[in-house]
């Protein structure tokens, strides 16, 4: 007998998540009874605010156990759409959304939907860890371009047009972004979409972090800097960052009708709709405004402490400088000045003071970490101290 087939191509050439590996290992190491300051996971530590989990039971008491329409229930849709023409003036109608089971989904349809083999996607590092991989699934190939703390972690319109060919379909952006935080103004991003304009790219706009800005910064809507922008503009974003619905699994896409059609039609083959009885727990979150508001505001003011906090105590450190990022719950401190390869820094911390943190490499950056401080304040005053007795140690 011959032995079986290897497996495919496909499932040869994905990488696994790193950030999820390594915060496996360290919630592993802590249910060993292990005392792990992680700094690795990529959700809020709060839970759900109670009024969008009653309404998800109220659903499920009431029979939403069903298959719903693949996009996503109606009310749902209708009010994304209403949330984008209040929020931003983007004005859509509700066949311009597709609800997905995660923002992780909406993004791998969005590519899915514009990009064929043989087409190249312009990927800046340092980069959300599925990006490539998704690009990949695709059958198109990633194109890198660094953007380290030099142009503060952002493409600029001279490096996007370096890295443009004939065979370019599309630019990935995420601002606010993971894994550094790192906030493009309006400016900014208006220069962007004027290249991928001239270039005839799609964008695909990773806006999960859109509520979570600091320093009174306001949220950008790509589509929105211009008609022809919006035409080529794939909008993502969701519940998991903003209501700290991360288990729940639900994702938006808005784009142009052609486009969402398209991913309604691959979401149909390939998961159908997300929980239908989820949808209504997001529902609510968008429609009891009071209630959402106030249960973000909380989780905001937390963050933003936190994050002035590690700011302040990782430039105290000798060896590590660290740029103040406007959002997301991220720093990315450059530790290039130890001389280590950042998987063996972050190896040896995990090793020696059970700090978990991922390498920037991870991430396309090398010499760099990512933190997270969606963790306790207890947890971050105890892992800055124990990252600073290993910095020391270094030095030495
Ligand atoms: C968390 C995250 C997502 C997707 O989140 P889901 O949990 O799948 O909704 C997408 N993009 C970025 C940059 C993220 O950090």
Redesign the pocket.
């Known amino acids: 007998m011959n032995a079986p087939h290897p497996l495919s191509t496909w499932a040869r050439n994905v990488s696994p998540s790193p950030t999820l590996a390594i915060d496996a290992k360290a919630k592993a190491m802590k249910a060993a009874g292990e005392d792990v300051c992680g700094f690795a996971a990529?959700e809020p530590d709060f839970d759900t605010p109670q009024f969008i989990k009653d309404a998800a039971i109220a659903a499920l008491q009431a029979g939403q156990t069903k298959y719903a329409p693949t996009p996503g229930i109606e009310p749902l849709r209708q009010a994304v759409a209403e949330r984008y023409a209040a929020e931003y003036g983007y004005k859509i109608t509700p066949a311009q959304v597709v609800v997905s089971p995660?923002?992780?989904?909406s993004?791998y349809l969005g590519i899915l939907a514009v990009c064929s083999p043989g087409d190249e996607v312009i990927v800046p590092a340092p980069y959300?860890v599925s990006y490539p991989e998704m690009v990949k699934l695709a059958g198109a190939t990633p194109r890198f371009v660094l953007c380290d703390d030099r142009t503060a972690f952002k493409l600029t319109p001279a490096m996007l047009e370096g890295a443009i060919t004939a065979r370019t379909r599309m630019l990935i952006l995420?601002s606010p972004s993971?894994p550094t935080g790192a906030v493009y103004t309006r400016a900014e991003l208006a220069a962007l979409a004027e290249v991928c304009v001239k270039h005839n790219l799609y964008v695909l706009s990773?806006e999960?972090y859109e509520h979570l800005m600091y320093d009174g910064g306001t949220p950008v809507n790509f589509a929105m800097l211009g008609a022809e922008v919006e035409k080529r503009t794939i909008t993502?974003a969701?519940f998991?960052?903003t209501f700290a619905m991360?288990g729940w699994r639900?994702?938006t896409l808005v784009a142009p009708l052609p486009i969402t059609k398209a991913v309604a039609e691959l979401q149909s083959q390939m998961s159908s709709n997300a929980t239908t009885f989820a949808q209504f727990g997001a529902l609510a979150a968008l429609k009891e405004k009071a209630k959402a508001a106030a249960a973000l505001a909380e989780m905001k003011i937390a963050f933003d402490r936190r994050r002035r906090f590690l700011h302040a105590e990782l430039n105290k450190i000798p060896g590590i400088t660290c740029l103040l990022a406007g959002g997301a719950f991220y720093l990315f401190p450059n530790i290039s000045s130890f001389g280590l390869k950042d998987v063996d820094f972050c190896a040896q911390l995990l090793e020696k003071e059970k700090v978990a943190a991922v390498p920037g490499s991870s991430f396309g950056a090398e010499g760099y970490l990512r933190l997270s401080y969606a963790t306790s304040d207890e947890t971050l005053r105890k892992g800055v101290e124990r990252l600073t007795r290993f910095c020391a140690g270094l030095k030495k």
Do not use: E
């Open positions: 990529g995660g923002g992780k989904f993004c959300w995420c993971n990773d999960m993502v969701g998991s960052k991360t639900l994702g």
